[in-house]
């Protein structure tokens, strides 16, 4: 691979040691890809997760000197401070999650603790070169905002905000951005929750970069969330296009490059009914709510806040989301509401941590296949529902 | 060695190891795992109930969140669990990261002729330094390999 003189320097360790194992890593992937050169990155996000690999990685590279050109945006992990209120925490857990906040502050993390960083702090521009990680995240900023990134992992999203380059290969590169798969949906999407199980028929979609045709005019921001979320819960896709909507596909024969499709896939309302049965839980008594994964959006709250107003909740219920969009639900009265029924808003967190050991073994409600999906690791067991159908559930306590 | 049979490949993880092969129809989140044990977990995979602990992982491709792909493999590996090596047909950035930190070899692009002769429980070299697999016959035990 071709290196700057600067970037060799990097390499040699003139930068120091941390500098010099992160860019080792990049070239490494790099070379595995074809990579010609490195690129430099203008944004980078971090899913850093709280896991003992996460802070192990992190840790070294502090150790090695290391400390972060492009300063990253960063996940959640859990909301120590609010959590211990209501929940047991364990002293190990509140340790790993205190190490890592001051591992990720000290390489120079911004740390927004969100999964959510192309709705705010983290935007980038139709192009731009970046380094993203976390499931929803690259998805999301490849097809609807057309943006550039890799499908990164923690530890090499991290390697490039040390560095602040990252290697150009896969869908950096303009030829490998065009659909490979043609899905032609027949099913009838009626709402955003319709896109989870689109998403989640993987099995018949196949690998390749898929063009959804079929789908109704102007899907919501949550539903191009919700899609891209679950494309890579049960799979492995940086990037789909809907001609007509997202930017690289005002076409259908655009979407393509001109090309013919690999394959074509054809979604029935069948699938989506199959799929359903398949992730769910059947429906009876439940004992907790979850949302927020990803992190529920403003607008998600105020619908939830409609449902509840004035009502009070059978079960407990968890709504997961930015430390912006709870500072906004403080001040348009709609953390009152929810907290008034019994919920709780909780920001930087995330479903995916020690903090919910006391939901092990019990059975909850969700509108999200990957909430259910990962929590399943933790003992929880998940009836999978529309949002609306889940906030009944949580105020009668069962999914009838 | 007689009855051996050599072919290439592509490293992506240097280093090499030898082992018995376990196949996967399927792609691999590590996650699911169970890493006391390596045995996968996940409901339906055509390794469940399987352990990957010690063996050479035939596996199409890495799949799932970034951060829970390599806390898998992390937590199979401090436990001395995680696979020997990796052959995979499709390399992402996250498995490809993950296997450089931590130190596993990981190879792609093998000969086909490898898929027509491999089955569970034959023992292979991998030497991703070299380039290249070799499939020990069945009746040698992976204790006499290296």
Redesign the interface.
């Known amino acids: 691979m071709y290196l700057t003189d600067y970037e060799q320097e990097m390499l040699d360790g003139k930068y120091g040691a941390a500098c010099a194992m992160a860019l080792k890593?990049l070239v490494?992937?790099g070379e595995?890809?074809g990579a010609k050169r490195l690129l430099e990155v203008s944004r980078v996000h971090v899913?850093?997760?709280n896991?003992?690999?996460?802070v192990?990685?992190a840790e070294k590279l502090l150790k090695l000197g290391g400390r972060c050109l492009v300063a990253p945006t960063v996940?959640p992990g859990f909301n120590l401070s609010y959590l211990s209120q209501h929940l047991s925490i364990s002293k190990e857990d509140a340790e790993l999650m205190k190490r890592a906040r001051r591992a990720y502050r000290e390489l120079g993390a911004i740390l927004t603790l969100s999964c959510t960083p192309y709705l705010e702090a983290n935007v980038p521009r139709f192009g731009e070169i970046l380094s993203y990680?976390?499931?929803s995240v690259t998805v999301y900023v490849n097809s609807v905002i057309g943006a550039r990134t890799?499908?990164?992992?923690?530890?090499?999203s991290l390697?490039a905000a040390i560095t602040g380059r990252v290697p150009e290969y896969?869908f950096l590169l303009d030829e490998n951005r065009k659909g490979t798969v043609l899905v032609e949906v027949e099913a009838d999407l009626k709402s955003d929750f319709d896109y989870q199980l689109l998403g989640s028929c993987t099995q018949k979609i196949g690998?390749g970069v898929p063009v959804f045709v079929g789908l109704p005019q102007n899907p919501s921001q949550e539903a191009l969330i919700n899609l891209g979320t679950q494309l890579?819960?049960?799979?492995?896709y940086a990037m789909f296009h809907i001609p007509g909507v997202t930017p690289e596909a005002p076409t259908l024969k655009e979407a393509f490059g001109g090309r013919e499709p690999e394959r074509v896939v054809t979604i029935t309302d069948e699938d989506l009914q199959e799929i359903h049965r398949k992730i769910s839980q059947p429906p009876g008594k439940i004992d907790f709510a979850m949302f927020g994964c990803p992190h529920l959006t403003f607008r998600q709250l105020q619908e939830v806040a409609q449902l509840v107003k004035g009502k009070k909740l059978a079960v407990e219920m968890w709504l997961l989301t930015s430390s912006l969009n709870k500072e906004l639900a403080r001040r348009t009265g709609i953390l009152e509401v929810i907290e008034e029924a019994g919920g709780h808003i909780v920001e930087d967190t995330c479903i995916?941590q020690p903090c919910w050991s006391h939901l092990k073994g019990k059975v909850g409600v969700t509108d999200s296949p990957?909430c259910a999906y990962?929590a399943s690791?933790r003992g929880m067991n998940f009836v999978i529902r529309d949002l609306a159908t889940c906030v009944e559930a949580a105020l009668k306590g069962e999914v009838s | 060695m007689k009855g051996e049979t050599i072919v290439k490949c592509h490293r992506i993880s240097e280093g090499k190891a030898a082992g018995e092969v376990l196949i996967s129809q399927d792609d691999i989140l590590f996650y699911l795992t169970d890493p006391e044990s390596g045995r996968v977990l996940e409901k339906g995979h055509s390794l469940e109930g399987k352990s990957v602990a010690g063996k050479v992982l035939v596996f199409p491709a890495g799949k799932g969140s970034s951060s829970v792909q390599v806390d898998g493999l992390y937590q199979l590996m401090i436990r001395g669990n995680a696979p020997k090596a990796m052959i995979i047909e499709r390399p992402d950035t996250i498995l490809v990261t993950s296997a450089i930190i931590m130190e596993i070899p990981l190879v792609d692009q093998v000969d086909p002729l490898f898929y027509e002769l491999i089955k569970d429980g034959d023992c292979v070299v991998v030497d991703a330094d070299q380039e290249q697999i070799t499939i020990i016959p069945k009746d040698r035990s992976p204790g006499q390999v290296d």
Request: with cysteine; charged share 20%; aromatic share 10%.
């Open positions: 890593v490494a992937v595995c890809f899913a850093s997760s896991q003992e690999a996460d192990w990685f996940n990680s976390e499931t890799n499908r990164e992992s923690v530890q090499s390697c896969g690998p890579n819960t049960t799979g492995s995916d990957k990962y690791m």
